[in-house]
Every structure is written in C-alpha cells, then in structure tokens.
C-alpha cells in the first residue's frame, strides 16, 4: 500500500506538481534575435523609403546651394542634411511602426514572447537606425563634394549615425507607444522630422532667439554640430566628443522612456 512519503514532492492528492516554467530569455540573446527579425521582416518595405529620405537630403543641399557659397553655413548644410536621413527613418518611420503595431494589437504578440521589454524597444529602434548607414553616408558624401568641404574626417560618422539613432530612434519610438491614436503617432513623426529639416539644416546664426532655444532641445541637432565641426580645417575634438556625448545621454533616456512606454502599452 503506498504511504504519504511514496506521494511525489508537491503533489496533492495524487496529481504530479505542474512543471516548473523555463527560465526568461536573458537581454543580449533576446536583442539579437529581434533586431534580426525587425531587419528581415524591414528590409523589402523600408528600402524604397531609405532612397526617398536619401533623395530629399541631397535636394535640399542642392536647393541650398544656390543661396549658400561655403563656410560656417555650408558646413551646416550638409551636415543638418545627413543626419535628417537618421530622423526621416529612426524618428519619423520608428513612431509611425510603433504606432500601427499599438492600433493593431501587434504589441500583444511581443507581450507573449519571453523576451525582456527592453530587448524589443532595443531590436527594433537599432534595425531601423541601420537603415540609415548607406543614406547618410552617400548624402555627406555628395555634400562635400557639392559644397568643397574635406572628406578627411567623415569617418566620425561611425559615432554621429547610432548616437544619433539611438537619440531619435528612442524619440520615435516612445512618440508611437505613448500616442493615444495611429494617426497622432503619425502626425507626429512628420512633425519630428519637420523639426529636424528646419532646425538642423538651417544654420543656427540664422534662426530666432526662441527659434534657437527649441534647436538646443533637438536631440539631432548635437550630431549636427558635431559632423559640422569636423569639417573644420583643425576640429574641435572635445567639442566634438561633448556633443556626442550628449547625443549618447539623450539615447539612453529616450530608449528607457520608449522602454517604459513599451511596458505601458503591452499591459493595457
């Protein structure tokens, strides 16, 4: 006859203990896996976009090239226009994504993964942000060829294309899940990007006061002034290094602000 001791640890009676669940998927392994379903699943639909944000960059220095003939102003010029390609598609794209994604129930699908919210805000703002390496590096190129500047030091685009991506991607992102509509997620976004068109490629000795005030709150612009100063003759490499840095502090708030507006949207 079976005793109390033959019974199975946590049984009641006679009924097995449920199995213990799996451990959560740590952050790293969970990022990678999202940031190369965001790319595969991005890469046929955002494509064509990404030569529409490159084509609209080069126009506007064109356009600009009539009215600007070189220094300080030319220098803002292109580098304002490079990284508008960043904020067409890590701002403008990212909150629109996030906002249909909202509407659709598509955060629900996320929301069963056992994957750490972060990973997902993560993965998909740094597929976006990739998109906008070829962009931005052709609309520089172009620009500095148009406007005579240096190409010496264009390698700091390395360091201005993900912090600056990660600044505006985060923005992006928290604009769409924070949005109570699709289309304020949308409107939005436009209105980000319209931000970055006008107060990042127009030289900032040019802009109203209270104009310049709401340019030093632009995530964007410290990745402006930093590839701008570096087509200096001599550049200011602290100043440089200050302004990418605070482009790195502003993505890391931005991206927990868009982290806990992921947690937000997924539980409601």
Same mark, same amino acid.
């Given at each position: 006859?079976?005793?109390?001791?033959?019974?199975?640890?946590?049984?009641?009676? $006679?009924?097995?203990?449920?199995?213990?669940?799996?451990?959560?998927?740590?952050?790293?392994?969970?990022?990678?896996?999202?940031?190369?379903?965001?790319?595969?699943?991005?890469?046929?639909?955002?494509?064509?976009?990404?030569?529409?944000?490159?084509?609209?960059?080069?126009?506007?220095?064109?356009?600009?090239? $009539?009215?600007?003939?070189?220094?300080?102003?030319?220098?803002?010029?292109?580098?304002?226009?490079?990284?508008?390609?960043?904020?067409?598609?890590? #701002?403008?794209?990212?909150?629109?994504?996030? $906002?249909?994604?909202?509407?659709?129930?598509?955060?629900?699908?996320?929301?069963?993964?056992?994957?750490?919210?972060?990973?997902?805000?993560?993965?998909? %703002?740094?597929?976006?942000?990739?998109?906008?390496?070829?962009?931005?590096?052709?609309?520089?190129?172009?620009?500095?060829?148009?406007?005579?500047?240096?190409?010496?030091?264009?390698?700091?685009?390395?360091?201005?294309?993900?912090?600056?991506?990660?600044?505006?991607?985060?923005?992006?992102?928290?604009?769409? #899940?924070?949005?109570?509509?699709?289309?304020?997620?949308?409107?939005?976004?436009?209105?980000?990007?319209?931000?970055?068109?006008?107060? $990042?490629?127009?030289?900032?000795?040019?802009?109203?006061?209270?104009?310049?005030?709401?340019?030093?709150?632009?995530?964007?612009?410290?990745?402006?002034?930093?590839?701008?100063?570096?087509?200096?003759?001599?550049?200011?490499?602290?100043?440089? %290094?200050?302004?990418?840095?605070?482009?790195?502090?502003?993505?890391?708030?931005? #991206?927990?602000?868009?982290?806990?507006?992921?947690?937000?949207?997924?539980?409601?």
């Amino acid at each position: 006859m079976r005793t109390a001791k033959d019974t199975p640890a946590g049984a009641a009676g $006679g009924v097995p203990a449920p199995a213990p669940l799996a451990p959560r998927a740590r952050l790293l392994p969970s990022l990678a896996a999202v940031y190369r379903a965001q790319l595969s699943r991005a890469r046929v639909a955002r494509i064509p976009l990404l030569f529409v944000a490159t084509f609209q960059s080069v126009g506007i220095m064109i356009l600009m090239r $009539g009215v600007v003939d070189g220094g300080s102003e030319a220098r803002a010029v292109v580098a304002g226009s490079s990284v508008l390609v960043v904020a067409f598609v890590a #701002l403008n794209l990212l909150a629109q994504y996030f $906002g249909q994604l909202r509407a659709s129930g598509g955060l629900d699908h996320y929301a069963t993964l056992p994957v750490p919210p972060a990973a997902v805000v993560l993965g998909a %703002a740094g597929a976006y942000a990739s998109f906008t390496v070829p962009g931005t590096a052709v609309t520089a190129v172009t620009g500095s060829v148009l406007f005579q500047l240096p190409l010496t030091h264009l390698w700091v685009l390395a360091a201005v294309i993900p912090l600056s991506g990660a600044a505006l991607a985060g923005l992006g992102a928290a604009l769409g #899940l924070l949005a109570p509509r699709q289309e304020l997620a949308t409107l939005m976004g436009q209105l980000g990007m319209s931000a970055a068109l006008l107060l $990042g490629v127009l030289p900032a000795d040019r802009l109203p006061g209270p104009i310049g005030y709401a340019r030093d709150l632009l995530p964007s612009t410290y990745g402006v002034e930093a590839l701008a100063r570096t087509f200096d003759a001599h550049p200011d490499w602290p100043a440089v %290094a200050f302004d990418l840095g605070v482009c790195a502090a502003v993505g890391v708030v931005s #991206l927990a602000v868009a982290t806990w507006a992921y947690r937000r949207a997924a539980v409601r």
